[in-house]
């Protein structure tokens, strides 16, 4: 279904985040005429588009979306590179995390590092992207109380998922780490390491 979101944009419900991934990449590959923004989230594409045709550009996109449905089941990433990510394990939270969990923190460290997560979505701040795939025994709740400033580069994890926090800000991501490297820079081009659809891997440094 593809509903009228705002004056000039249509959302695409996907239902799936593998689809989300798909449609987001054909867009891109393939970006309509006067489409300005494409914003995918967990079940669902945003494509903005100001002065244009709005029922020729719904008509192309549920054209793409039928194709990229047709073709679910493949690999989203589609043999992209794994980007990884050395951490130095030491985040303030680390112990809280290993308590709630049951387990060490030697363990928490080893299943946090040993599987490749996969970007979801970007949201909440620029550059901040949800990683998908996290080891279900590291599944913790938010603090209770955010902090009203997380530094650039922490590794944390909340309920299903992990993240680097590009900038400074204030979060609720219990830390377990830190990168030295940079996921955010306005400067670059793109100004983000990750994107929807990447695969990424924690390396202890």
Do not use: C
Request: charged fraction near 20%; aromatic fraction near 6%.
């Amino acid at each position: 279904m593809i509903r009228t979101a705002g004056e000039h944009g249509l959302l695409v419900e996907t239902g799936s985040l593998e689809l989300s991934h798909r449609l987001d990449a054909a867009l891109r590959a393939e970006r309509p005429a006067g489409v300005v923004e494409i914003v995918p989230g967990p079940e669902t594409v945003l494509v903005v588009a100001p002065r244009v045709d709005q029922a020729r550009l719904r008509a192309r996109l549920e054209e793409v979306a039928a194709r990229e449905r047709g073709r679910a089941g493949a690999r989203a990433a589609g043999g992209r590179p794994v980007v990884t990510i050395p951490v130095i394990y030491d985040g303030a939270d680390l112990d809280s995390v290993a308590a709630l969990a049951g387990i060490s923190v030697d363990e928490v460290i080893s299943r946090h590092s040993g599987r490749e997560l996969v970007v979801g979505w970007l949201g909440f701040a620029p550059g901040f992207a949800y990683l998908t795939g996290l080891d279900p025994v590291l599944e913790t709740p938010r603090l209770d109380t955010p902090r009203t400033s997380v530094p650039a580069g922490s590794v944390a994890v909340a309920g299903p998922y992990s993240a680097v926090y590009p900038t400074a800000s204030p979060g609720g991501w219990r830390l377990i780490g830190r990168t030295s490297v940079r996921v955010w820079d306005v400067a670059g081009d793109p100004p983000s390491l990750f994107s929807p659809g990447m695969r990424v891997r924690f390396e202890p440094a």
